[in-house]
C-alpha cells in the first residue's frame, strides 16, 4: 500500500509548513499513486482552506512520520 503525503504551508504564515499524510488518498502501490497525486492533494487543499500545498510524494503506508 502507498499512501499520499502532501507538503503544506498555513495560508496566514506561510512559512509555518508540514507535512501531512492524506489517510484516503491510498493506493496499491506507489506507481498507482503518483499516477492519481496531483488530483488528490488538489481535492485534499480545497477541503482544507487554511494551508496550501506546496508539494506532495507517494510512500510505502506507514513508513513517514506524516502519517503516523
Known amino acids: 500500500m ?3 503525503v ?6 496566514s504564515n506561510p512559512t509555518e509548513c508540514s507535512e501531512k499524510g492524506v489517510p484516503e488518498a491510498t493506493a496499491d502501490d506507489v506507481v498507482t499513486c503518483i499516477k ?3 488530483d ?3 481535492a485534499w487543499q480545497k ?3 487554511q494551508y496550501f500545498v506546496i508539494g506532495w510524494r507517494c510512500e510505502k ?6 502519517t503516523r
Not at 503506508?61 to 506524516?66: E, L
Open 2 to 4: 502507498a499512501e499520499l
Open 40 to 42: 488528490k492533494a488538489d
Open 47 to 49: 477541503v482544507n482552506h
Open 6 to 11: 502532501v507538503l503544506v504551508c498555513l495560508l
Open 36 to 38: 492519481a497525486a496531483g
Open 61 to 66: 503506508k506507514g513508513t513517514s512520520a506524516a
